[in-house]
């Protein structure tokens, strides 16, 4: 919360803080978390209008890639994540799937979050040749055990899903879903604080 009517701690470096300092930190976070998977979604806008040469833009991409996720009858953490899986365009373009894991890691289980993390080398097997780099360089995950689950999420959802003409949800169709998900961490060192102090 930016408002100045709040309290706030009145340190000028953390090794002054004092008890009263830190419960005032941690009153504000506990208000301000939950709203994480709005702003996630008020990212995941930014995509909007950002074709990068491709048929789609790629709000439309990750749209397209989790509606079909959803119409295949993925559980919901897995849409969420479809949806999400190339979030991290607008800050990493040259590492974009690791800035979608970041996001994401406190809120998916090891498969999906290793899917996201890897999502950029699998789906090179498509196009990698077209730019002078090695469609098989998934290869060196073969032996992983959710390499498979990583090809099947690029080749069933990821790659089919630049058709301008495909009968893609909008946007409010997940909100709920990214609410949902993203508001509370399954795993984060703070989750003790943020998640189980707030229910209390």
Not at 5 to 32: N, V
Not at 149 to 174: G, H, I, R, S
Not at 178 to 183: D, I, K, Q
């Amino acid at each position: 919360m930016n408002d100045v009517t709040h309290p706030r701690a009145t340190f000028r470096a953390m090794t002054e803080g004092t008890q009263e300092d830190w419960d005032i930190i941690a009153a504000e976070q506990k208000e301000f978390a939950p709203r994480n998977g709005a702003r996630i979604l008020e990212h995941l806008k930014l995509l909007a209008g950002d074709y990068g040469g491709f048929p789609v833009d790629r709000l439309a991409h990750c749209l397209q890639t989790a509606t079909r996720a959803h119409r295949d009858g993925r559980d919901e953490e897995y849409v969420v994540m479809a949806l999400l899986h190339d979030i991290g365009d607008t800050l990493g373009a040259f590492n974009h799937p690791d800035v979608a894991a970041a996001i994401l890691k406190p809120f998916l289980s090891e498969e999906n979050h290793w899917i996201v993390q890897h999502h950029g080398i699998f789906q090179g097997h498509y196009f990698f040749h077209y730019i002078g780099l090695d469609r098989d360089m998934r290869d060196r995950f073969r032996d992983h055990p959710y390499a498979a689950a990583c090809a099947e999420f690029c080749e069933k959802y990821d790659q089919p899903a630049f058709d301008p003409d495909y009968d893609t949800l909008p946007l409010e169709f997940f909100e709920p879903m990214v609410m949902r998900l993203c508001s509370y961490p399954k795993n984060s060192i703070y989750k003790k604080v943020m998640v189980e102090g707030a229910a209390e």
